[in-house]
């Protein structure tokens, strides 16, 4: 079993920044993918990046050039770096690990952009 705790968000205005990590635990097993999703006020959870063990990414376009994913695997923890933030960006943060066939989902951050 894998657990994974987020941290980092907060309230922010339009065009600033926020670093948010995720750290797991409980399991020995390697972790093969991790990354985010978020979920705004009526909508569909939706995928804002993934990073693999071998720093393979994937963003969604409406991210792409604004956040950037790393991962600290000796640490299991993953990071979202995010700037230029928009009000369009303000969602529930959501950290994402696989294992193997298995999927783990974190607890959720909000992320609010607002003045």
């Known amino acids: 079993q894998v657990q994974l705790v987020e941290s980092g968000g907060g309230l922010v205005q339009p065009g600033g920044s926020l670093r948010l990590s995720c750290a797991a635990s409980?399991?020995?097993?390697?972790?093969?993918?991790m990354g985010w999703y978020r979920q705004a006020p009526g909508k569909q959870r939706e995928l804002v990046a993934t990073?693999?063990?071998?720093?393979?990414?994937n963003y969604a376009d409406s991210v792409k050039g604004r956040f950037t994913i790393s991962r600290d695997n000796a640490k299991n923890t993953v990071y979202l770096h995010m700037i230029s933030l928009k009000p369009e960006d303000t969602a529930v943060y959501y950290c994402?690990?696989?294992?193997?066939?298995?999927?783990?989902w974190g607890q959720g951050t909000q992320v609010t952009v607002s003045s």
């Open positions: 994402y690990a696989r294992q193997w066939t298995t999927d783990y």
């Open positions: 409980g399991s020995g097993e390697s972790i093969h993918i």
């Open positions: 990073m693999t063990t071998a720093s393979s990414t």
